[in-house]
């Protein structure tokens, strides 16, 4: 079956250590997003990609690092940059660009920070 | 402001009941979605729409471009419906989220 897996579902850091969060899709979707969600509050963006080797910073960069070596792969890594780095992130991934292409969505890693 | 609104922000129903769920934008877009996460987290995508209506199952979405305004109903609600529904709205190259409404319905 396609899909977006994310892993792992749950992850518990130290604080001041990076951690990367991975993101594999078999769809041969060219575009990859990451976003995170907080409590009462929408999915904000912090990185995405439209194709291999290039990516955008989105609205809440700051802090986090990304790559995309690979068509069916975008991991982010949280850096101890990050001020509040607990949150539930969440990868999606869409055919071309995010107008008017349907986003699938994987099911989340939620990261807790001690 | 948000460039997304729903409302409501919660909502309590009895299963059966017809249930609607409301989103607002302010923003020219060039489609809108509904979500749909449990609460594991994942979410799903219900529906991709740019006009009219779209009905999958007990689900209906419809769309009213000029008034800025789409909603989400499901029909003879169940406990299992019981979930945040977000409605995300594409603009440009970026997708914007609504907050979600909390859904639970009740046996």
């Known amino acids: 079956d396609g899909g977006i897996t994310q892993s792992p579902k749950y992850l518990f850091r130290k604080e001041g250590q990076n951690v990367t969060l991975s993101c594999e899709q078999n769809l041969n979707h060219d575009a990859m997003y990451w976003y995170r969600q907080d409590p009462g509050q929408g999915l904000r963006l912090i990185y995405y990609s439209q194709i291999v080797n290039d990516f955008q910073k989105g609205d809440i960069a700051e802090g986090y690092s990304v790559s995309r070596e690979k068509k069916e792969s975008f991991p982010l890594t949280v850096t101890s940059a990050q001020k509040n780095p607990t949150a539930f992130y969440l990868c999606?991934?869409?055919?071309?660009?995010?107008?008017?292409?349907?986003?699938?969505f994987g099911q989340g890693t939620r990261l807790t920070v001690v | 402001k948000n460039e997304v609104e729903q409302s409501p922000q919660n909502l309590t129903a009895q299963e059966g009941e017809f249930i609607t769920i409301n989103c607002s934008y302010s923003v020219g877009i060039s489609a809108l979605h509904w979500l749909q996460q449990h609460p594991g987290g994942g979410i799903v995508s219900l529906f991709m729409l740019s006009s009219g209506k779209k009905k999958h199952g007990r689900l209906i979405a419809t769309i009213n471009i000029q008034e800025k305004h789409s909603s989400l109903h499901i029909t003879a609600s169940h406990p299992r419906d019981s979930a945040v529904y977000i409605c995300?709205?594409?603009?440009?190259?970026?997708?914007?989220f609504g907050k979600g409404t909390r859904l639970h319905i009740l046996p």
């Open positions: 999606a991934s869409s055919v071309g660009q995010v107008m008017n292409t349907e986003a699938f």
């Open positions: 995300a709205a594409n603009r440009d190259d970026k997708i914007i």
